[in-house]
Each structure stands twice: as C-alpha cells, then as structure tokens.
C-alpha cells in the first residue's frame, strides 16, 4: 500500500493565459498556422491553456530574428553579457514560487523538487555562467620572444536548441545560459507535452535581452523540431531526449555538417557493496535513500538510477529496508508540498510505464514493491499517477535493458566486485551509476571501470553547475553544464603574429 497525501495545503493555481503565441524577435507572435495545441496538466488530465502550433515557417522567422540579432549580440562584451545573464537569475529568483508552481502543473512533478531544486538550479547555472565568461577577461594570448598567439573564442552563430518534458525549464537552462554566455542567439522549441513553463519563464525575462537573442517556438516535433534541426541557416544544434530522435537530429544537422551535443536516454546502475550494511546507521540510511531515489522526479530522470545491484550477502537485510522506504514514498498532487511523487508528464508516458510494468510481470520479473497505476480520487482521476515499483529479476530481461522512464528499478544481485562491474557496464547507455561502499579500493576502482559519464559515489542525484555531465555509449556526446559547455558554443580562431 502507498500512503495517500492529504489535498490540503497544496499550492494555488496561478492563472495562466488562454494561450501563448511563440515568442520571436522579442514580440508574441501568433502561429503562421493559426492553430493552438492543447497544453494538459498530468496532475489532473485537463487542458489548462494552449500553446501555438509552430511549423517551418516559424522556425524561419525565428532564424531571420537570430540572425539579425547575432550581428551585433555576436560582438558583444563578455562582461555585458555576464550582467543580463545575472538580471536573469535575479527574475527567476524573486519569481521562484511562481515558476515553481507553473512547472509543477505542467510537467507533474512535485512542487517540494521544483522549489528545492529545479528552480534553485536554474538560477545557479545563469550566475555560473555569467561568472564563467568574466573569469576569461584578460587571459586570450600567449607570448614567445617573437611572436603573439591570440586565440579568440568566437560565438559559434545561430542554435536551435531542442528540449525534453522531464526537467523542462531546468533542461531549457542548461542550453540557453552557456549559448547565451558564448555570444550566440538562440532558437529553442520545447517539448509539446510541456510548451507552458518556458513561455511563462518568457514572459519574465523576455524584456532582459535586445530583441531576437532568445526565440522560442512551440509544437510538435516533427513540424517544428525537424525544420529547426535541418535548417542551413543554423550553426549548431543541441538536443537532449530520446536515443532513437537523436539519431534524426544528427542526420538532419549533418546534411549541413555542423556539430551536434546530444544528451540521450540512460539504464542508469546503483551498486550496493557489502560494507554498506556494515556502516552506521547514518551511511545506512543515506545509501537506503540513494536506492530510492529512482523515483524521484517521478522516475523521468535520463539519469534514473533504474538498476539496483547488490551484493548477495547484503541483499535479504538491505532490499528489505528499501522495499519499505519504498512503500513509504508518499504519493498524490504534486502541489501538495508534503507529496514527494506526482504524476507522469503524459498520457503516452503513463502508458508506456504501465506496459513495461507488464513485460516485467511477463518476464517473471518479482514485484517487491508497487506494480500498478495509483488511482487518484479527489477530482484527480484523470491524472497519470503510478506507484513506485521494485521489480527483481536478472540483467537480461528487457525491463533491465530498455528505458522506462518512469518510477520503476529493476533490482538483481552479484556475488563479486567483477559481475558488479560487468552487470553495470552490460547495457547499451552510459550516463550515470551509483556506486555505493565504505571500501576505500571499491570506492576508487569501481567508478574507474564504469562505463558512464558521471558515476556518484556515496551519493547520488547531485547537478551542480561546476560538474559536467553527458553520456557515454548511446547515452550521447558533449558536454552539459562546467565551463567546458561553452566551447560547445564556440569556435576558436587563432591569430599568431610576428613581429
Ligand atoms: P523525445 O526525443 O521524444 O523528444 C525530445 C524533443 O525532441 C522534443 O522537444 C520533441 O518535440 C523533439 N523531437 C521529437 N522528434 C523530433 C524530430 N524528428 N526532429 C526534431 N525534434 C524532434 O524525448 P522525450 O521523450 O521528450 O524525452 C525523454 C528522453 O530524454 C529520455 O530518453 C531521456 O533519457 C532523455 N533525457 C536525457 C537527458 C540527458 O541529459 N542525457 C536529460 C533529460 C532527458
């Protein structure tokens, strides 16, 4: 049984919009289409405003307004464009709440993350990046007895930038602070499942920077993220979602071979050493908290710690108290701020889940905790609400092997630090892993030998904007947040001079 949450106390519905144009060229603009798509809120299932239907045509006016903006936003002092980023920051920050609410009714998510941690961060990575630009002054040449060489940074142009639902005004920020820092303009379409938030976002900060920095174009992806990802007029291309449309991305920005960052799905491991259990209680606790954190933010995480490996000795004593934890999670409105789970992002979402819930049962998978959809009541019915679930089986089956996406961990056992190793790296992604030990040789040698971009240790579900983060394998290439990201966004020109 999972505890149900009192309705109470949840949070008020800011009122939105009937519905919201693209933004472009620093106006609302309508759809060239005239067609509004509904924007619903998982919460409940109910439409709750419209977003405008972009098409290629769009997307080129959208282009046109970057491109006349990069000429003179493209030549722009670092330190200018440090302080816009931090007036950014500074309106997210005093409009936290606001956002954080908006989020929560677009996407699902629980409002205590949103406030916690989505908003906080975005507000983080502009001040970063803001800082990361001014740390530069100064330091562009090198010298030699008879010669200079200058290398420049020089903004790499125009970007379209295509976003994901699962942390849509998070992952909309991790792409437009370094685009913006490095000096280019930027179109971004967000995912059709979650237009809202960063319209709503526009509202707040659309009057920050000169008019056609930043566009944003709304709608589907074919009609709107194909177009923006194909077109000649567009020097980059950053995407985060799924493996298989990142794939299409990269076909499409290759026929104008520009570079491409793609941050795609994940299988993520959490490794569960012997000397867990031996530890104090506090480290027990923390690495308990750790296995449950595959339902954070609903199990819509590309970092999902969606694979529960533990030591054999360890696993009757430690799965037991994770089971429990698990049970414990409390589930309904996300705009209750006791709820720790909300609903899926979507319908298609909520299906999806609830089919590989299935295929696991199919499989003979064991279900150790959940298994089912979460029935709301309460005028929430409609919403797409599913109980965290454990399900205990082996590495082979395909709820092991394929992405869920939702709050669902597979959890087996080893019997030496090799098979631990082999079991985590038997996968086709590589973004995160978990490892989890009081040995000082695992605790080094382990995350060595894992194949993923960003393996915690002892920890787990920490972004901070100064560490990069990006896949191995199919999990993708570049690099998100660290300074590094800029040059994602640059080119550099060397000037050497002899005089
Ligand atoms: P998705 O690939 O379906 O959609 C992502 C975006 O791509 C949306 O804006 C969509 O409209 C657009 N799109 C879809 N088809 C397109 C096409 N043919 N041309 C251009 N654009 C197109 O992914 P999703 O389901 O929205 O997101 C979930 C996926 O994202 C998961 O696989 C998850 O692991 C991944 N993800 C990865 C990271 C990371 O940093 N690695 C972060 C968050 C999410």
């Given at each position: ?20 144009d693209h933004f472009i060229d620093g106006e609302w603009v309508a759809p060239s ?19 405008a239907?972009g098409?290629?045509?769009d997307i080129d006016k959208a282009i046109d307004a970057a491109?006349?903006a ?117 179109v971004v ?13 526009m509202?707040?900060?659309g009057?920050?920077?000169?008019k056609g920095?930043l566009n944003v174009v ?282």
């Open positions: 049984t999972v505890a149900v949450a009192p309705t109470p106390n949840v949070a008020e519905r800011p009122s939105f919009k009937s519905r919201y289409s005239g067609e509004y798509f509904d924007s619903i809120s998982p919460i409940d299932g109910k439409p709750f405003t419209q977003a239907r098409n290629a045509r491109l006349k990069f000429e003179t936003w493209g030549k722009t002092a670092a330190a200018y464009r440090s302080n816009l980023l931090l007036k950014i920051a500074q309106i997210v920050e005093d409009n936290l709440d606001y956002l954080a609410t908006v989020e929560c009714i677009d996407n699902g998510k629980a409002i205590r993350e949103t406030r916690a941690a989505d908003l906080p961060l975005v507000v983080d990575h502009f001040r970063y990046f803001a800082g990361v630009i001014r740390s530069e002054e100064g330091s562009m040449s090198e010298h030699d007895e008879t010669t200079v060489s200058i290398n420049l940074h020089e903004p790499i142009g125009i970007v379209g930038q295509i976003i994901p639902w699962n942390f849509p005004l998070l992952m909309a920020a991790w792409k437009i602070a370094p685009a913006l820092a490095a000096g280019c303009c930027v379409k967000p995912a059709e499942q979650t237009p809202t938030g960063i319209m709503v976002l509202e707040l900060i009057h920050v920077l000169p920095v709304t709608g589907f992806g074919v009609e709107a993220g194909k177009p923006l990802a194909s077109s000649p007029r567009v020097n980059k291309v950053a995407f985060t979602g799924e493996t298989t449309t990142g794939r299409l991305i990269m076909q499409y920005a290759s026929e104008n071979l520009i570079p491409v960052t793609m941050e795609l799905g994940g299988k993520s491991p959490n490794i569960f050493f012997e000397s867990v259990m031996d530890a104090d209680d506090e480290f027990l606790d923390k690495a308990v908290e750790g296995a449950v954190m595959f339902a954070l933010n609903q199990g819509e995480v590309c970092t999902c710690p969606s694979r529960i490996l533990v030591h054999e000795h360890i696993y009757d004593a430690f799965i037991k108290r994770v089971v429990e934890r698990t049970k414990a999670i409390k589930l309904g409105n996300p705009l209750d701020p006791t709820v720790m789970m909300g609903a899926q992002a979507s319908d298609d979402q909520y299906q999806k889940i609830l089919s590989y819930l299935d295929i696991g049962k199919q499989e003979g998978a064991e279900v150790l905790a959940g298994g089912e959809a979460f029935k709301q009541n309460g005028g929430l019915e409609n919403g797409y609400y599913i109980q965290p679930t454990l399900l205990k089986g082996n590495n082979k089956m395909r709820v092991f092997q394929e992405e869920i996406f939702g709050p669902v961990s597979c959890v087996t056992t080893f019997k030496t630090t090799e098979e631990a190793i082999a079991i985590a790296n038997d996968s086709l992604y590589g973004l995160g892993a978990g490892v989890w030990t009081r040995d000082a040789h695992e605790l080094y040698q382990v995350p060595r030998a894992i194949q993923a971009g960003r393996v915690w240790v002892n920890c787990y579900h920490a972004y901070p904007a100064h560490a990069p983060f990006g896949g191995y394998k199919k999990s993708g290439f570049g690099r998100e947040t660290h300074k590094m990201m800029l040059n994602h966004y640059r080119q550099t020109k060397n000037m050497l001079i002899s005089y």
